[in-house]
C-alpha cells in the first residue's frame, strides 16, 4: 500500500493545535500541523514526503536508444522500394515499372549518423474493388501488420496521381494505432518545376481534414533527393513519441485548453 501522512491543514497557530488532534483518531499515525496560509509546518511535511519516496527503479531509467522501425507503405508502384534501395545503396528488391513487383514485407536495417533503424517495405495495396484474390489480401495483412510493427510510419504517394481510396483506408489504419506518420509525395522530380509543392500540401490537408498535423515530406526516391532529411525528421518524431509527460505537464495543458475554448454550458 502507498505510504500515508496524516496533515491538518489550517492549523494557524498553536492555539488550534488541540482541535487538530482530533484526527489522531483516524489511526493513521503521527500527525502533521500545517498551514498554508501562515507557511507553517511546509518544512516538516515534506521531510516526511521525502523518508516515504520510494527508491528509484530501473523503469525511471532514461530509455535506452533503440532501433527505429519505420513502415513504408502506400498503393503499388508509388515508388516505396526504389526508396528503400536508394537507402541501401543495393537491389535488395526486385523492382520494375510493373505494379506489385514486391509481394511481401523486406526488413532492411540501415545506419545514418551512426544510428540503427530498419525500414520495412511493403506489398502495395491495390484499390478495393481489385482485392479478390489471396495474394490482394495477404498483401492487405502485411501491410496492416507492418503498420502495428512501425515505430514511424510513411505513407507514400505519387504526386502524378489522385489520392485513392485505399490511401485513406491507410491512412485511417495508422490513426487507429497512433503512429506517427509523415506523408511522403514521392516522384517529385517530374513537377518540380510546374507545381508548387503549396498545391499538394493543400490537396493532403483537404483530404485528410482530421491529420492536417502529419509533416509532409516531397522525394525522389530513385535520386535520394531529400530521403535524408525525411529521415532525421522520422526520427525526431520517434523520440517526441517515445517521451513520458508527467500528469501535472498534462493537466496544465488540459487547462490552457479549457481556458482557450470554454466547453458549453449546456450539453
Known sequence: DAPVICVANKTDNDHLDSQADEFYKLGRGKLVRVSTKQNRGKGRL???IFERLPEPSPEDEPLPELEMKVAIVGRRNVG???FVNSLANAERMIVSEVPGTTR???DVRFELDSKS??????PGMLRG???NSDIEFYSTHRAQRSIRRADVV???FDCAQHISKVDKQLCDYIAEHYKPCVFVVNKWDQYAGSMPTEKWVAYLNDTFRTMRYVPIAFVTGQSGKNVKALLNHGQMLYKQSRQRISTGVLNR???DALHRNPPPLIK
Not at 533503424?117 to 511493403?122: N, V, Y
Open 154 to 156: 510513411f505513407l507514400f
Open 104 to 106: 511481401d514485407s523486406v
Open 80 to 82: 516505396k522500394s526504389t
Open 253 to 255: 495543458v488540459v487547462r
Open 117 to 122: 533503424f530498419i525500414a520495412i517495405d511493403t
Open 129 to 131: 474493388k481489385s482485392i
Open 46 to 48: 515534506l521531510d516526511l
